[in-house]
T-cell receptor, first 115, second 110 residues
Framework: GAGVSQTPSNKVTEKGKYVELRCDPI?????LYWYRQSLGQGPEFLIY????????DSGLPNDRFFAVRPEGSVSTLKIQRTERGDSAVYLC?????????????FGPGTRLLVL | KNEVEQSPQNLTAQEGEFITINCSYS?????LHWLQQHPGGGIVSLFM???GKKKHGRLIATINIQEKHSSLHITASHPRDSAVYIC????????????FGQGTTLQVKP
């Protein structure tokens, strides 16, 4: 595909359940980013990958959140024991390289609602 | 205090008006992004700049590195410009990690 895709587009789950959110970056993009956007707020950084490795996971709020990118392409954000406060739009972005001057291309987001 | 502050938070304009959205930041940066987000839609990059001024159609972005300030201008505004405009900066550590402002919600009325 031409752009960043994310699945599912919407996810409703119950408190305490486990969820996985998937991101397919633009082909050839080595850098991949996860952000979280709460209603009425700007996005906040969670984690980014350069290739297969997590270059910075300092934005993950706690150890219930984990992300992988095993083959350096698709990434999965995993949330264990979901809480109502995890409800947000989870955005993925990718860029050609990991640098402070590369344009990031955003996916449409996954809207997570924890009941 | 947030590292990236935008003003105003909300803006309503009449079609045809000239619009300015401001962004101030408190960290060293390598570049600054202006992004657009339509309701229920994804985020689109409008500009990335590290100095001076860029123009694309009716949109103009300027940055003053010394003053740590950037502005996004929209000339001859149109209802389809209604969206959330977000300022985001790349920190000078050059890791590609974006720090976002809270966004400015713009509504242009016909």
């Amino acid at each position: 595909g031409a752009g960043v895709s994310q699945t599912p587009s919407n996810k409703v789950t119950e408190k305490g359940k486990y969820v996985e959110l998937r991101c397919d970056p633009i082909s050839g993009h080595t850098a991949l980013y996860w952000y979280r956007q709460s209603l009425g707020q700007g996005p906040e950084f969670l984690i980014y990958f350069q290739g297969t490795g997590a270059a910075d996971d300092s934005g993950l709020p706690n150890d219930r959140f984990f992300a992988v990118r095993p083959e350096g392409s698709v990434s999965t954000l995993k949330i264990q024991r979901t809480e109502r406060g995890d409800s947000a739009v989870y955005l993925c972005a990718s860029s050609l390289g990991l640098a402070g001057y590369e344009t990031q291309y955003f996916g449409p987001g996954t809207r997570l609602l924890v009941l | 205090k947030n590292e990236v502050e935008q003003s105003p938070q909300n803006l309503t304009a009449q079609e045809g008006e000239f619009i300015t959205i401001n962004c101030s930041y408190s960290v060293g940066i390598s570049a600054l992004h202006w992004l657009q987000q339509h309701p229920g839609g994804g985020i689109v990059s409008l500009f990335m700049l590290s100095s001076g001024k860029k123009k694309h159609g009716r949109l103009i972005a300027t940055i003053n590195i010394q003053e740590k300030h950037s502005s996004l201008h929209i000339t001859a505004s149109h209802p389809r410009d209604s969206a959330v405009y977000i300022c985001a900066v790349f920190g000078s550590s050059n890791t590609g990690k974006l720090i976002f402002g809270q966004g400015t919600t713009l509504q242009v009325k016909p």
